[in-house]
């Protein structure tokens, strides 16, 4: 008892006569099919190189085109050969021109001679199937496809969505239950000569004349009527694309068809030279009857097709370049951005770095320069803090220094003398962490040594772009994680939210934070706002601060920093 | 389409070309010292014909190139920039005789190098593309160079230039799209950085299609940054994927480099009135280097797929 193989084939004819004369000389007989749209010469070649093998039969020869009914033509008419040709024939293993057997045809014939009454073939049902593209599942078999999809795709999805529209249905015969699956099968004598000598063959071949790519139905459906052991699988190796394009083998792939373990793969590229060199060599000693394991090959091919799909979060490149909200992340990793905090508390970069172990930025938007973590010029991925640079494309700065720091989390300070342009960027960003001490810029101002009618004009400035700031972080379409709080809220109670934003950024950190940063000078503050206010400009940003000078809050501490508990 | 009419053949083995031949394109001057290199990596590559044009060498590079087997040079006097910086001259040999060929463009300083191009040659790409029914293929111009000055050390003839330029700079790019071209634009890298810090809007665009399946009915609008007919630019997923994408390796910060700058600059025939290379000229002048201890020592393809300069897509 053998496996013959019925081999479909339209291009590469060379290796499709190489893998014939594969088989044919290990005792496998074999029936191929050639496209009738390949030239009389090409076909002539091809018979020519077979010519001296006598296991080797070509059957009538159909003009096939994707998605319809002519591949299952071209299958049956080959299966009827072999069947007739070759009584010794169990199993017949449907293959096509690309497809290249991966172990030895001993092994194949040892596998299937100890599951004789077994038919390998996937058939899934409509409504268990995840895999077809472009949303026909059920349709394939209830609406009709008389326009090419790959020619005239306009037509075909025009009539597709007026059938839809008109709920047209055609009668699926009544004893079938659609099924689905890889057009690669291997099915026993029994259950291809009952499908093919079956009375009724007629009658179904005139529906799925009819079906959407009926060589992923047809035998799948069928072999349901007939089969008493039906094995849901292909035992070809065989993997699709988001747009179910297959996958094509190359020769770096060896290692991996190697330890894979199935009998045939396809697709391989027709110049996988040391593919077909190395898996049509003379057959090595047996290996240990393993059962065919993909796992590896479909893990790589589904990651091919993530990436295309989804991509790479926080990426911006040459060929992903994603319309907005369609980011799938506008960052590529978490960061926190500080506004206010650098005003009051001293150092506070310093003891930021310390307490979460991190890199710390000054203002990367300040207007002079980008502050990078300490001083740098450049940073990460050579980025530059030239201000020009960075303000010529603000939009692709922040992304660009999160990607090239992926694995770093990032701090920066942020605050309304800064530019403004990445707000919108930031608030949108669920990779954000914002903290905002409003108002805090003020202490900046205190402490500076200006002209007071200059700072009450930086003041007024200042406080309106925070408020338009603050009002984008308040907006429903953010989704950057932010809290907010006036100076006077603030300094009333530093510790408690900054235990909290740690906390966030440092989620396994064992120890509490036992070191408080020192906080800026704020004795006179509280007169200081009054003195704005009586000039005419209203500070609101920063709460409720007494104006009676440090007698409250008085948090100016000098010497050393107090514990938290 | 007339720019055609200022070339004249040297020699031409066009009859040589077969119907799936992939070609090469490329417009020189005085490249003499580069140009074995450059055959070698191609023809490796799987390159079948190299169609050149040479704007008037007088280093013997017409002389070298005209003997080669896979070659067929042209050669003009004519400006370089009154024919849009070369890409006249090419367009009309493509219309030509690239239709229906898959044609790379480059310059004798640009290397190409796209997903698995150490395992598999370019008709593997190729036919990939061919199978998905992808026109155009980008690859964004990587600036490449030393560490230390530039042309501290001399590049030999036949060398491999990445054994001198073979540092990068990995993630300082700008991206904007191009609304009429629908392209597209990317600055940034080096030269960015080093000479164009007080004008970025200056600085060189990186974004290169220079591997089509021609049809008579293309053009490169400018250099190969932007084809016509828009479509060929969509070379980026906007819905979040990554299409497959290689980069070109620029090989231009060589010692080469001083001579040809100066040489550019008296000549006034590059973009923008040779404003990058009177900005190149003026740096130069001090001995740049643009090395910094971010810059990324290239490896190959992996690691530049790894920084996100270039991608496999859903190619595996």
Known sequence: MTVGFVMLCHTALDRAAQVARHWATRGCPVVIHVDRKVNRANYARLHRALSDLPDIRFSERHACEWGTFSLVAATQAAATVMLREFPAVRHVYLASGSCLPLRPVAELVAYLDARPHTDFIESVTTEDVGWTIGGLNLERFTLRFPFSWRQHRRLFDGYVALQRRFHFRRRIPPALVPHLGSQWWCLTRQTLSAMLEDPERANYDRYFKRVWIPDESYFQTLVRQYSVNVESRSLTLSKFDFQGKPHIFYDDHLQLLRRSDCFVARKIWSQADKLYRTFLAPDAASQILAEPNPGKIDRLFSKAVERRTKGRAGLYMQSRFPNENWENGLTAAPYSVFEGFAEVFQDFDTWLGKTVGTRVHGHLFAPERAEFAGGETIYNGALSDSARLRDYNTLSFLPSLIWNTRGERQCFQFGPRDNQAPSWFMARDRNAQVSVISGAWAVALFHSNQNFSEIRREAARLQKIEAEHLSILRSPWTKARVRIWTLAEFVQNPMEPLQTIIDEINPRALRRVTEAPRLAALAGFGLFLQNLRNQGMQPVLMGDFPVGDDTTSAPARSGRPYLVK | ?316
């Open chain 2, 1 to 316: 389409m007339r720019k055609r009419r200022e070339l004249t053949p040297v020699v031409s083995r066009v009859s040589a070309i077969r119907p799936s031949d992939i070609l090469l394109f490329s417009t020189l001057r005085n490249e003499r010292v580069r140009l074995p290199y450059f055959l070698k990596y191609y023809r490796e590559m799987g390159i079948n014909h190299f169609l050149i044009v040479d704007n008037g060498s007088d280093d013997g590079s017409r002389e070298y190139l005209a003997p080669q087997d896979d070659v067929s040079l042209w050669t003009t006097e004519r400006s370089y920039k009154r024919a849009r910086f070369g890409a006249d001259w090419l367009n009309g040999l493509q219309m030509r005789y690239g239709h229906g060929h898959w044609t790379l463009v480059v310059d004798p300083d640009e290397f190409f190098i796209y997903p698995f191009s150490d395992t598999r040659p370019i008709r593997a790409l190729t036919d990939w593309l061919d199978a998905g029914s992808i026109k155009s293929f980008p690859a964004m111009l990587l600036d490449m160079y030393p560490k230390g000055p530039i042309g501290a050390q001399p590049y030999h003839e036949g060398q491999d230039p990445f054994e001198i330029a073979n540092w990068f700079d990995s993630g300082n790019y700008t991206i904007s799209r191009n609304s009429k071209f629908g392209n597209l634009w990317i600055q940034g890298g080096p030269r960015a950085r080093m000479f164009f810090a007080d004008m970025p809007e200056r600085a060189p665009a990186l974004n290169k299609v220079p591997l089509v399946k021609w049809q008579r009915s293309y053009a490169y609008a400018s250099s190969t940054h932007m084809l016509l007919p828009r479509g060929l630019n969509l070379v980026y997923d906007e819905w979040g994927g990554e299409k497959a994408a290689g980069c070109l390796l620029h090989a231009k910060f060589l010692d080469t480099f001083a001579v040809k700058a100066n040489e550019e600059m008296l000549r006034h025939q590059h973009y923008a009135n040779s404003h990058e290379y009177r900005a190149y000229k003026a740096a130069l002048d001090d001995q740049p280097d643009l090395w910094c201890k971010w810059s990324d020592k290239y490896i190959n393809w992996r690691q530049l797929e790894i920084l996100g300069l270039m991608s496999k897509g859903n190619w595996a």
